[in-house]
């Protein structure tokens, strides 16, 4: 498959098709690891670590906990 880039402000993206992100399991959400080995970039999903598991768990409690405060605090 060839893509060509995208200018993106004075950035340039590339867009990956859907069905390549479903069997890389990953989102609009996810985070990836770029790395390169001099010659190709090479994307793949981040690996979440069992503190990152636990933070973004914690998160999710704490803003449905607490989310008519924190809409009065953006106001």
């Known amino acids: 498959m060839r893509k060509s880039l995208t200018m993106i402000g004075n950035s340039m993206g590339i867009i ?3 069905p390549i ?3 890389l399991g990953i989102s ?3 985070e990836v ?3 390169t ?4 970039l090479i994307i793949e999903p981040a690996e979440e670590t069992g503190a990152t598991v636990e933070v973004r768990k914690l998160s ?3 803003l449905k906990t607490h989310s008519k405060t924190f ?4 106001e």
């Not at 080995?37 to 190709?40: E, F, I, L, P, S």
Request: hydrophobic share 30%; no cysteine; aromatic share 0%.
């Open 28 to 30: 609009r959400e996810s």
């Open 21 to 23: 992100l479903d069997l």
């Open 16 to 18: 990956i098709d859907k």
């Open 60 to 62: 999710k409690k704490v």
């Open 71 to 74: 809409r009065k605090l953006a």
């Open 33 to 35: 690891e770029i790395t």
């Open 37 to 40: 080995d001099g010659r190709r």
